[in-house]
């Protein structure tokens, strides 16, 4: 069955501490990844996406995720986060083949102290 | 310019009426997908359109669930007999569609369903 992981529901950090936040999939075939975030009060936005290319993607306020296809896995990292980062991030993939339905994983929600 | 824009905000109703919301999607975007979000959980696909037909509708969850796009812009999600279990924020998402799948999806704020 298709499915996203995130490993951790929440997550606690001071300001410039560095973030990981993990996400595994299980798909078939050739898949699109991305990840959105959800600031407070706000709609959900895209952060970044892979569908294609070096697998090293870069977002928007400074966020990088890596595709590691022989793990299954689309990790999303920031080197030093800003209290401004606080909010829930989800990971999501849909496949070329699939159509256009994207499976969400279940989100991490990041705190970051000032 | 403007979002995509979901009404009512909020729709509090009894268990076994029936509820529309209602989805606008950004101006031009022929793409719009439908979700619905539980309480602790990412959102979980309905359906999507592309244009005025629904182009995947596998994620419905049964036939009391049923969504409209007729002229391939404004769509209403439609749930007849509602049951306390479809409680839950219900998101509406646009898209250009014109890479695809790899289409960043732009999202409302959603419609709080409360069935008590």
């Known amino acids: 069955a298709q499915s996203v992981s995130q490993h951790n529901h929440h997550v606690i950090l001071s300001e410039a501490a560095s973030l990981e936040l993990g996400c595994n999939y299980s798909y078939g075939g050739t898949v699109n990844l991305f990840w959105y975030v959800q600031y407070p009060g706000q709609h959900l936005q895209l952060l970044l996406k892979y569908f294609s290319g070096d697998p090293l993607v870069k977002g928007i306020k400074g966020f990088e995720a890596e595709f590691i296809k022989s793990k299954f896995s689309f990790n999303l990292r920031k080197p030093s986060v800003q209290w401004s980062d606080t909010a829930e991030y989800f990971c999501a993939v849909n496949s070329n083949t699939g159509g256009f339905k994207t499976i969400f994983g279940a989100g991490t929600r990041l705190f970051v102290k000032a | 310019g403007a979002g995509v824009s979901q009404t009512p905000s909020n729709k509090v109703t009894e268990k076994g009426k029936y509820v529309e919301l209602r989805c606008d999607p950004i101006?031009?975007?022929?793409?719009l997908y439908w979700y619905r979000q539980s309480l602790g959980q990412g959102p979980e696909f309905l359906i999507y359109f592309q244009g005025t037909g629904a182009a995947d509708d596998s994620g419905l969850p049964n036939d009391r669930f049923f969504a409209v796009r007729p002229e391939g812009s404004v769509s209403t999600l439609k749930i007849q007999r509602t049951e306390r279990g479809d409680s839950a924020v219900y998101l509406c998402a646009s898209s250009l569609a014109r890479a695809g799948p790899t289409d960043t999806q732009y999202f409302g704020p959603g419609t709080r369903l409360t069935v008590l």
């Open positions: 101006s031009g975007h022929t793409a």
